[in-house]
């Protein structure tokens, strides 16, 4: 009899499942077979997602069913001949607008030269915001201020490049970031302030 939860299960028993029951995920953009399933409810819509040859890892952008989630948990090696997480659903999309700084060939007073600025096409960045954050130690939850949010990212070039003070648009509300957890390799946690 096939045990999923065997350690000692055959890559050849988890290949046929995935054959068979795995469907087609988006890992950072490149398709690949995964098998998904349900832990118990909870209000984040979690999800375990579970492959064989793709290391999957914290952070990574999987699109399920046409939804977007993130990968929240550390994953160091394989479990039972297989990488396995949890990625949870990304309840909203924040949009932040390039600033290009092009040199003008002149200079100020002080010698430092000039930059014209313009502004790129908006970019939306799938993301998970709550308005409580959660201690490492235990299961409970702090309530953050009223008008705070945490907005939880994924780590790449656009959203490694935003920093303090930097605002972007989400809930039909600018927000301001306050503060940048970089702690969870994988993610960023911005904790933010409407304006």
């Known amino acids: 009899m096939f045990d999923i939860f065997n350690n000692e299960t055959n890559t050849n028993d988890i290949n046929y499942l995935l054959s068979s029951v795995g469907q087609n995920v988006s890992i950072n953009n490149i398709v690949t077979?995964?098998?998904?399933?349900?832990?118990?409810?909870?209000?984040?819509?979690?999800?375990?997602?579970?492959?064989?040859?793709?290391?999957?890892?914290?952070?990574?952008?999987?699109?399920?069913?046409?939804?977007?989630?993130?990968?929240?948990?550390?994953?160091?090696?394989?479990?039972?001949?297989?990488?396995?997480?949890?990625?949870?659903?990304?309840?909203?999309?924040?949009?932040?607008?390039?600033?290009?700084?092009?040199?003008?060939?002149?200079?100020?007073?002080?010698?430092?030269?000039?930059?014209?600025?313009?502004?790129?096409?908006?970019?939306?960045?799938?993301?998970?915001?709550?308005?409580?954050?959660?201690?490492?130690?235990?299961?409970?939850?702090?309530?953050?201020p009223n008008n705070q949010i945490t907005t939880t990212v994924q780590n790449n070039p656009t959203t490694g490049d935003l920093s303090v003070n930097d605002e972007f648009y989400v809930m039909g509300k600018s927000w301001k970031i306050l503060d940048i957890d970089r702690s969870k390799v994988g993610l960023i946690i911005f904790t933010c302030q409407a304006y």
């Open 33 to 144: 077979k995964a098998i998904i399933t349900n832990p118990s409810l909870n209000e984040f819509d979690d999800r375990y997602i579970s492959t064989i040859d793709t290391i999957i890892k914290r952070g990574d952008l999987i699109t399920y069913s046409g939804l977007n989630y993130l990968i929240i948990n550390q994953i160091v090696a394989k479990r039972a001949n297989k990488y396995k997480a949890i990625m949870r659903y990304c309840n909203h999309t924040i949009q932040v607008t390039e600033v290009i700084l092009t040199p003008t060939g002149e200079t100020n007073y002080r010698g430092e030269p000039l930059y014209a600025t313009t502004y790129g096409e908006p970019i939306n960045i799938a993301c998970i915001v709550d308005s409580r954050t959660f201690s490492l130690t235990s299961d409970s939850a702090i309530n953050l």
